[in-house]
Nanobody, 125 residues
Framework: QVQLVESGGGLAQAGGSLRLSCGVS????????AGWFRQTPGKEREFVAA????????NYADSVKGRFTISRDNAKNTVFLQMNSLKPEDTAVYTC??????????????????WGQGTQVTVSA
């Protein structure tokens, strides 16, 4: 079992920054990768960024590349999503997730086994 708890969402102005945190607990030694996804009403969940649990390899959606940075603190089992140069279209519920197997591509929701509860990010124009 793995538990995930996000924090750090809120309201930001366009061009501003927010940092999301995802605290991971439980059997963290079995995690292959962690990822962030986002979702707006009426749309499917969208991949944002992923990071391998052991080596720190990162991947990003084209829409956030160069603006968002995913990282992790090994000692604290926390995954971060630093979001800079925010745009109104970044408004969504952001959710972190962990993949235990690495057998499905990092951008697919099917790859991830455990999910957090989500945190709202709202960017005003």
């Amino acid at each position: 079992q793995v538990q995930l708890v996000e924090s750090g969402g809120g309201l930001a102005q366009a061009g501003g920054s927010l940092r999301l945190s995802c605290g991971v607990s439980g059997r963290t030694f079995i995690i292959y990768r962690a990822g962030w996804f986002r979702q707006t009403p009426g749309k499917e969940r969208e991949f944002v960024a992923a990071i391998s649990w052991s080596g720190g390899t990162t991947n990003y959606a084209d829409s956030v590349k160069g603006r968002f940075t995913i990282s992790r603190d090994n000692a604290k089992n926390t995954v971060f999503l630093q979001m800079n140069s925010l745009k109104p279209e970044d408004t969504a519920v952001y959710t972190c997730a962990v993949d235990l197997h690495g057998s499905v591509g990092y951008a697919s929701t099917r790859a991830y086994d455990y999910w957090g509860q989500g945190t709202q990010v709202t960017v005003s124009a």
